[in-house]
């Protein structure tokens, strides 16, 4: 397991933006995908979006398509999530993950996950 550190999140109002950021241990990119996976109350955890310092972009769920935005810095070994025209619906946890197989966005294959961060959409 590696330890993830997730930052961000908050309240937004309906439209606006807010940015995640995880950092994983020196040479976690290297050997595990990344991904941004959410929980909204009363549901099951979802993949929203998935990258890997070898494939880039390797998923994006389609409720966040053009709004959401992965990234990756590899010097700091840390991943971002943009998050633009927020929606109620996007309210959720948002967890950072790494992910055995970096061409994979599935929570089946995930080896660790960050803490939790809560993102709320309301006015």
């Known amino acids: 397991q590696v330890q993830l550190v997730e930052s961000g999140g908050g309240l937004v109002q309906p439209g606006g933006s807010l940015n995640l950021s995880c950092q994983a241990p020196?040479?976690?990119?290297?050997?595990?995908?990344m991904g941004w996976f959410r929980q909204a109350p009363g549901k099951e955890r979802e993949g929203v979006t998935c990258v890997s310092k070898k494939d880039g972009i390797t998923y994006v769920a389609d409720s966040v398509k053009g709004r959401f935005t992965i990234s990756m810095d590899a010097g700091k070994n840390t991943i971002y999530l943009r998050m633009n025209s927020l929606r109620s619906e996007d309210t959720a946890v948002y967890y950072c993950?790494?992910?055995?197989?970096?061409?994979?966005?599935?929570?089946?294959?995930?080896?660790?996950w960050g803490q939790g961060t809560q993102v709320t959409v309301a006015s």
């Open positions: 993950a790494a992910i055995f197989v970096p061409t994979s966005c599935r929570e089946s294959l995930v080896g660790s």
């Open positions: 020196e040479f976690t990119l290297d050997h595990y995908g």
